[in-house]
């Protein structure tokens, strides 16, 4: 079936922001085709968001409050639920929509028809306000993500930025929605699965701009800078390759080290933080960091003194005491 407009909600999650979301909304409302636009808010603390926001859209957008907080990943499935439309995409508080996203993804649907995810590439809008464009890519016009080259990257790597998307709520609720308890995956997850089970195809176009953060109270950030990020991502391509094992018959082996050598643990993170990872995730951290592919003799120098010393050379280098 043709996915038309009319079939298509952009859904805008917001919790206690007001610095970012008028933009976001503004940049969902102001689509070269225009489609219908709701805002989730996740039962915030800010009792005057609501008139906040509608105050400056009015009867353009339809605005939808959580009874109780249900978190990030669960907010998501509660998107799926006050959407009347059969396909729908999430746009958090603080990203951006280009005018050409729903354009642009309504023409690779037509490109590439009967699958269950489409995808657009991303930019990447720094802290200090600098705009960084998706890195090089190696197919042109779109790419499979069910099958191939795509698909395989999709097991070991989360290559899809989070905004600029559009997904089929009926095969998202059929593979099981989004993984709610997740603390740091649960949107590669759902990629994962919709195109292992249902297919899935990304565009080259630029459709969405993402902001990054730096600031400590940010979950993701968090996580990064305690170190689960590199032990939650291998968990997440077990449970991939299990899936496919399960879906596909195809027994993969997992290769822990892979990763960290198409994508070295940073340098930096590991010296200045490496002191406030717990014990064991200290570990785990030093064996795939003297796993890495070295991008220069500084970084090989390091691998080299780890090696010697052992993880808790950490400690030394960053000149602070770990935390037990």
Same mark, same amino acid.
């Given at each position: 079936m043709e996915i038309r407009a009319e079939h298509i909600t952009i859904a805008i999650t917001v919790f206690n922001r007001r610095d970012y979301v008028l933009e976001a909304v503004r940049s969902?409302?102001?689509?070269?085709?225009?489609?219908?636009?709701?805002?989730? =808010?996740?039962?915030?603390?800010?009792?005057?968001?609501?008139?906040?926001?509608? &105050?400056k859209f009015g009867d353009r957008i339809e605005y939808f409050r959580n009874q109780q907080n249900r978190g990030l990943f669960d907010n998501w499935n509660a998107c799926m639920e006050y959407c009347h439309t059969t396909w729908f995409s999430i746009l958090h508080d603080d990203d951006l929509l280009l005018p050409n996203f729903? =354009?642009?993804?309504?023409?690779?649907?037509k490109a590439a028809p009967d699958r269950a995810l489409y995808f657009g590439q991303i930019n990447r809008l720094k802290p200090d306000g600098t705009i960084h464009p998706p890195g090089r890519i190696d197919w042109n016009g779109w790419r499979d993500l069910g099958t191939g080259?795509?698909?395989?990257?999709?097991?070991?790597? &989360?290559?899809?930025?989070? &905004?600029?998307?559009?997904? &089929?709520?009926?095969?998202?609720c059929n593979v099981g929605r989004f993984r709610k308890n997740s603390w740091y995956t649960g949107d590669w997850d759902m990629w994962f699965r919709l195109a292992l089970t249902c297919g899935a195809a990304q565009t080259e176009k630029v459709?969405?701009?993402?902001?990054?953060?730096?600031?400590?109270?940010?979950?993701?950030?968090?996580?990064?800078?305690?170190?689960?990020?590199?032990l939650l991502d291998n968990v997440q391509r077990k449970r991939n390759l299990a899936r496919l094992k399960t879906e596909r018959g195809e027994d993969r082996s997992f290769e822990r080290s892979l990763p960290q050598v198409r994508h070295p643990?940073?340098?930096?993170?590991?010296?200045?933080?490496?002191?406030?990872?717990?014990?064991?995730?200290?570990?785990?951290n030093w064996w795939l960091f003297v796993?890495?592919?070295?991008?220069?003799?500084?970084?090989?120098?390091?691998?080299?003194?780890?090696?010697?010393l052992g993880p808790r050379?950490?400690?030394?280098?960053?000149?602070?005491?770990?935390?037990?």
């Open positions: 969902a409302l102001d689509q070269t085709v225009p489609v219908k636009v709701i805002v989730v =808010e996740d039962c915030g603390p800010d009792p005057g968001l609501r008139d906040f926001i509608m &105050s729903i =354009e642009d993804l309504l023409a690779l649907a080259e795509g698909f395989n990257q999709l097991i070991d790597e &989360s290559i899809l930025g989070f &905004s600029g998307h559009l997904i &089929s709520i009926a095969h998202a459709v969405a701009v993402g902001r990054c953060h730096d600031s400590w109270d940010r979950a993701t950030t968090r996580i990064v800078r305690k170190g689960w990020k590199w643990i940073p340098l930096r993170l590991m010296v200045a933080a490496g002191s406030g990872f717990h014990r064991r995730v200290l570990v785990y796993h890495s592919q070295p991008p220069h003799w500084r970084y090989a120098g390091l691998q080299w003194l780890l090696r010697l050379v950490l400690i030394i280098l960053a000149g602070f005491k770990r935390r037990p």
